[in-house]
């Protein structure tokens, strides 16, 4: 499959980066990448760099060992490629995958600090075991890879991990999945960050997580109720 064949996941991570943006959760320095498997699985989209002002024309194809199919890598997209084909390696359930440095959230990275399940709406949303730690390497070095691996294998239920001294990584299922994960990420650390001046922030008892899940599920299956 060619670039010009991929326009609706152009589009879908292009609006993905706009909710992020309009979220304010990119970061101050508005840099990052994103990254969306094509519909074969065989191969991803990748964007990088200030994402306020990405294009449809700037969309790299990339297999999943790193290499280049299609387009023109720019040395930044090619040192954080395989920040993405780890995510598509370790977690079968990623269909997309975005990195950025979002103020909360990396201030927790800087602290060498993960996040526990202490807020609801990440039970609801897939991160009833927090945001794992991932240790510091060099950026786009092997051994920063190898850590991520095993941040993203340390948990079966979860949609980001921070990056030590960098930042955060999400992934989920589609480009806005992968978006929301950012932001409920962002809004987890930020709580977390405020209740650290009251006493802290008190994980959610695992059985009670167990109950939010199966609460969640009961919903969802019911559907839409019409009267």
């Known amino acids: 499959m060619a670039l010009k064949d991929l326009d609706v996941e152009k589009e879908a991570v292009l609006k993905a980066i706009d909710a992020i943006e309009k979220a304010g959760v990119m970061g101050i320095g508005q840099h990052g990448n994103f990254s969306v498997l094509v519909p074969s699985g065989g191969a991803f989209l990748l964007v990088g760099g200030d994402m306020d002002s990405v294009r449809k024309d700037d969309f790299v194809l ?119 994960s950012v932001m409920l990420v962002e809004a987890a650390a930020q709580l977390a960050a405020q209740a650290a001046t009251i006493g802290g922030a008190k994980p959610i008892p695992r059985e009670m997580l167990t109950a939010t899940v199966e609460r969640r599920d009961v919903f969802e299956q019911a559907g839409i109720q019409r009267a």
């Open 62 to 180: 990339v297999d999943l060992e790193g290499n280049l199919v299609e387009g023109n890598m720019t040395a930044r997209e090619a040192e954080i490629v395989h920040l993405h084909t780890v995510v598509y390696r370790n977690r079968p359930e990623a269909r997309s995958a975005v990195h950025v440095h979002s103020t909360w959230g990396t201030t927790f990275a800087v602290a060498s600090q993960p996040i526990e399940c202490s807020y609801e709406a990440m039970a609801r949303f897939n991160m009833t075991d927090g945001i794992p730690l991932a240790k510091y390497g060099p950026r786009g070095s092997d051994l920063s890879i190898e850590y991520i691996a095993d941040a993203l294998n340390s948990a079966q239920d979860i949609r980001a991990v921070l990056m030590e001294h960098h930042g955060i990584l999400a992934f989920g299922p589609t480009p806005a999945e992968a978006a929301r």
